[in-house]
């Protein structure tokens, strides 16, 4: 676990709490609603917490993070330095001249860092570069968060199959109006009594689905997609599932048929070409081209709303829901066998609504395995 | 909602995701799981976003703040500076020469402006520092967020006072080994049915709630202290509640009792003297000694593990869960009437566990109006 990589003076530094870094739960395995410290030096990583934490990070941390109280560190300097800045005491206690940070590290803290003479560098690109190679421990954590996705789009369509239509065309489960709100709030639910947290699962119908992250409000109405995008985080690993389909009760329009049969098609299109080597932009046009070979163009409507497929193909998944690597126009680079992506082409029209597929796929040399079994079928009865 | 207090050439900006930063969600309204930009110049105030967000956003913003899709700044350029970063064109598109960023402005976007000649300086203090004085919509809002938080801690209550204790000293309810785990879940998914997030909820029995944090993991045993810390945060309004009861089945031991007495007593006489004008370092001194007085010293027991009064008397809460202002040693500055805060003395030792006991309070001129109507009462039969 120990990096001899770094020359003596130069150090890597996370100031975070895990809630607003996935870098310092990878680097430490310490989940804290509140900020703490996360080092390495040459042949030492360690984190560095308040009294308050101390017992419960000795438990968490993994294997090889050392755990120091803050104490510890003021306790090696006179009481008068005490008005220095904490991180200026660190430094100066391990003696690092230098500090790698991640891009996002405080610029408040950098400030005061170099206004000490200490250096402070962002790293180009990921200050973990392996978190989007995902290793076997990863692999099982995310395939346990998406058995539990699946369960709850199972879950969802289950909902629009046992309801039935009212004469204003409005679904009616067990005898209530159903809402985007109850499913939502029933999910949600059900994903806590199994050991996960899932906020502002999009449950969107008609016009709402056409604004990509529009969470969805009011009753479901029959012959209208409904775009279910559910994507829970395990509470203990960390690790999210994210999946979407998209459901119409009863009959479809033509135009909504015809978007659904181009968004899995070009599902299937960049599929086929998905493998390690190949670059996530390539993927990206693949289904874009699809698309747009079926008639969808790109752009905006006479109201200025933006139509057509409006996002990136796909992202990564792991400890944060969107990381690296890309499947957008942005990223022209190979993509790595372990790498975990969602692949979710869409179609959004606020004149007909919008229709989305999302799979989550692990990139392997040859291909992919897809983590989603549930077929792609838009009408239920 | 103009701001022309600011100079021509001055702007303050945010870029960040409404996941990671409450200012920016407080500044625009937005709720946005990845980064968008907020920006305010004189007389302007303003969200960039991308296509996909654009819908959304213009429906969501706070009234008088305009939504920008990035294309729109694009546009104002030749192509070839597309490659310059996004902020240095939106800066010179506004003709910005000076930005006031908050102190977790990320430190690669700063780099990147300053380098481009663009004078990047964090506030000091607050980004916002209004948002510790809470107006009547946020105090509803935290008042509805603690009648959920309240409701939750009398479920816990209710799976003790329900529950059989076996031959071993174990809970029994409903036929099944009472765990930390299952109240925790079945805490959580009441909450999501009501539209409220609640992760890492705090049901932590015998040693382990001895540290503050952790969240409590199997059997609940009788005559044991069982500390129920519950902060859901509401999926529409973002505002947190934030309470904690502690609990036994049965009998205490003598110690338990000991300790239970010194902790609300250190509640009532720091909440005799909370009210506007007060520092919180003095709230927090009172609490301290209370329990100093009571026989609970702070320090560390022979294994070196932190025990006695580990944290600070409360924190503020409203779009964070812990926010300013703070009551501790580090707050020697007046509390202001509209604060929302924390009074949660405790007491940890692994020897016996924890206690602690958290009211939510909204500090006024004369005193405080406290959210929390539930006794506080140790024993349950």
Not at 271 to 298: D, N, P, W, Y
């Amino acid at each position: 676990m120990e990096n001899f990589s770094l020359p003596t003076g130069t150090g890597r530094l996370i100031e975070a709490s895990s809630t607003n870094s996935s870098d310092i739960l990878y680097g430490s395995g310490f989940h804290a609603a509140d900020d703490f410290i996360y080092f390495e030096t040459r042949g030492m990583k360690a984190v560095v917490v308040s009294m308050l934490e101390y017992q419960r990070a000795q438990q968490e941390v993994h294997k090889g993070v050392q755990v120091i109280d803050r104490i510890e560190i003021l306790r090696a300097f006179p009481r008068e330095e005490y008005r220095l800045d904490f991180l200026v005491l660190l430094s100066r206690k391990y003696q690092i001249g230098h500090w790698l940070v991640p891009g996002n590290f405080p610029l408040s803290k950098a400030d005061t860092l170099r206004a000490s003479g200490i250096r402070v560098e962002c790293v180009s690109g990921d200050f973990f570069p392996e978190r989007d190679r995902k290793n076997p421990t990863e692999v099982e954590a995310i395939r346990a968060s998406m058995r539990a996705t699946e369960n709850a789009v199972r879950q969802v369509e289950h909902y629009l199959r046992e309801s039935v239509v009212n004469k204003d065309g409005i679904l009616v489960y067990n005898g209530n109006i159903l809402t985007c709100e109850y499913i939502r709030s029933e999910v949600e639910a059900e994903f806590k009594r199994n050991g996960y947290s899932a906020d502002r699962t999009i449950i969107a119908c008609g016009k709402d689905a056409s604004a990509p992250h529009c969470i969805g409000f009011g009753p479901v109405h029959a012959g209208e997609p409904v775009v279910a995008d559910i994507f829970p985080r395990s509470d203990p690993t960390g690790y999210w599932g994210d999946m979407t389909r998209t459901f119409v009760k009863g009959q479809a329009s033509e135009i909504v048929r015809k978007a659904f049969a181009a968004v899995k098609l070009a599902s299937e299109e960049s599929l086929k070409i998905l493998k390690a080597g190949v670059s996530g932009a390539e993927v990206h046009r693949t289904a874009a081209r699809t698309m747009e070979q079926a008639g969808f163009r790109t752009g905006r409507d006479a109201n200025g709303i933006p139509c057509g497929f409006i996002h990136g193909l796909g992202h990564g998944v792991g400890l944060e829901i969107h990381e690296n690597p890309r499947l957008s126009p942005a990223n022209p680079n190979p993509l790595a066998a372990g790498s975990v992506v969602s692949v979710e082409p869409g179609l959004y029209d606020p004149s007909w609504g919008g229709i989305r597929l999302e799979d989550l796929v692990l990139i392997t040399e040859d291909g992919y395995e897809n983590f989603c079994t549930m077929p792609k079928e838009l009408e239920i009865p």
